[in-house]
């Protein structure tokens, strides 16, 4: 199991741009697949973005699409979310989590979290 921490949360305006950090503490993070997810108050969790080991395949959940970008440093051990023309229906807190093997956009299939980092975006 891989400790992850995520950092970048914050508030800001309706339309403004965010980027989430996710560290790993171990080099194997390298070597699996890495999601973000999203809880909003009162609400199931869901995906938001996948990205495979080596970066060269990425997916987005359809609500975020066009607007947040999936990258990863394997040599820093961090996945990125950057986070544009954002809106107040992406608040919510956000949690990376890592899985050996390809990707998946299921939660249950990933064995390391994150803590998770809050995001709010105003109107």
């Known amino acids: 199991q891989v400790h992850l921490a995520e950092s970048g949360g914050g508030l800001v305006q309706a339309g403004g741009s965010l980027r989430l950090s996710c560290a790993a503490s171990e080099r194997t993070f390298s070597s699996g697949a890495v999601a973000w997810f999203r809880q909003a108050p009162g609400k199931e969790r869901e995906y938001v973005a996948a990205?495979?080991?080596?970066?060269?395949?990425?997916d987005y959940d359809e609500s975020v699409k066009g607007r947040f970008t999936i990258s990863r440093d394997n040599a820093k051990n961090t996945v990125y979310l950057e986070m544009n023309k954002l809106k107040p229906e992406d608040t919510a807190v956000y949690y990376c989590a890592a899985k050996d093997g390809y990707y998946s956009i299921y939660d249950g299939d990933f064995t390391s979290w994150g803590q998770g980092t809050q995001v709010t975006v105003s109107s």
């Open positions: 990205i495979t080991w080596s970066g060269l395949t990425t």
